[in-house]
């Protein structure tokens, strides 16, 4: 019985991963596609520069947490709670690096923003 749980939550964790992976990247990709940022305002424009380093950090950490080592002695409840739940704590530790600094982040969304700023002939 523990067995087909422990695989029924491996399953729909997996089920999860992907829907996820497919709704953000299809998402993020229709919005660059369709937005035109040249008429965007400077509020409208850092806002998107934050979430980009949100999403940006969120991989990194999600990379780095691959490599952590996971022990074989963990209890599968606590497993299937960390497969199902750690995506979103993932997220929230992004969200919360790209707003540390009194909200400046790591800087990437800065740079970002005045690259933009350049491009779209904003200054």
Do not use: H, P, W
């Amino acid at each position: 019985m523990a067995n087909s749980i422990d695989a029924y939550s491996s399953s729909l964790s997996n089920v999860q991963e992907l829907y996820e992976k497919a709704k953000n990247s299809s998402a993020l990709e229709n919005n660059l596609k369709t937005t035109d940022y040249s008429k965007a305002t400077d509020a409208e424009l850092m806002e998107v520069c934050k979430s980009f380093e949100s999403y940006f950090l969120e991989q990194v950490f999600k990379s780095m947490d691959k490599t952590i080592m996971k022990t074989e002695s963990e209890d599968s409840t606590a497993k299937a709670y960390r497969d199902m739940f750690g995506d979103n704590l993932i997220k929230e530790y992004a969200d919360k690096a790209a707003n540390s600094n009194d909200g400046k982040g790591f800087g990437l969304a800065q740079m970002l923003y005045e690259q933009m700023k350049r491009n779209y002939g904003l200054d």
